[in-house]
């Protein structure tokens, strides 16, 4: 049976219902607003682009974002802008010091070990020329007297002489090369010395260091493996 036309008004239409809107993320929400410089530089150097309705919508956004007017906000950067400025020339400036500190102190330096190897260099000429240089027995003692005598010829401006010349400069400065040879050699033998004993103290510290692992591990392995049970036998 079909209902009367008054039972068909008091049934309501079909309603979707509201979906209840989340609130946002606070995250989205600072993402979504405009950043502060971006809007100052938009009304800077482009704001004669917009039309009188979007330019006073910019200034109220500047106003409401840095609670100042545009012209009392540009201000404010402008002086930011000048007080950065004089720190970078600040910054500059100590940096051009150091950077002068440092060749001066370097110059220092260098000439303080051109006087101390000037003295060692006469000192060394002294004794060249009161003792006499021992045969040089190794090939490589030969060849680095005879880069030092080539080396010493060049600084005075002088041929570089034979062994067999008997002119007295000339043995000269093959003494003082020999000599020089020699010192040095003492020097890198004693180098190697020190690092040799170095590397012993290196070495001894890393095989105590892998015993130790060692031990460690074997440790570990018998307190992780079960403890076998001995049953007694019954007779």
């Known amino acids: 049976m079909e209902g009367t036309d008054d039972e068909r008004e008091d049934i309501e239409p079909f309603q979707p219902e509201k979906e209840i809107k989340k609130p946002c993320n606070a995250r989205i ?30 200034r109220l956004l500047l106003q409401e974002l840095y609670a100042m007017t545009p012209e009392e906000t540009a201000k404010y950067f402008d002086e930011i802008n000048k007080v950065l400025k004089k720190m970078a ?21 260098r000439n303080r070990a051109y006087r101390k190897f000037a003295r060692i260099l006469q000192k060394a000429m002294v004794h060249a020329y009161k003792h006499p240089v021992p045969t040089l027995v190794s090939p490589r003692l030969r060849n680095m007297a005879n880069v030092i005598l080539e080396q010493l010829c060049d600084l005075r401006g002088l041929d570089i002489p034979e062994r067999s010349d008997v002119n007295k400069q000339s043995q000269f400065l093959i003494s003082v090369s020999d000599w020089l040879a020699i010192a040095i050699e003492h020097i890198y033998y004693e180098i190697q010395v020190k690092k040799n004993k170095e590397f012993d103290i290196i ?33």
């Open 89 to 109: 020339a600040r910054e500059r400036m100590k940096k051009r010091l150091l950077k002068r500190y440092k060749q001066k102190i370097w110059h220092t330096e």
């Open 203 to 235: 070495e001894e510290q890393i095989r105590a260091q892998l015993e130790a692992e060692k031990k460690s591990r074997k440790s570990g392995k018998s307190s992780s493996s079960p403890k076998k049970r001995g049953g007694s036998v019954n007779l």
């Open 29 to 58: 929400d600072e993402l979504a607003k405009p950043n502060k410089r971006l809007v100052l530089a938009l009304w800077q150097n482009y704001a004669y682009l917009f039309g009188p309705e979007r330019r006073e919508a910019i």
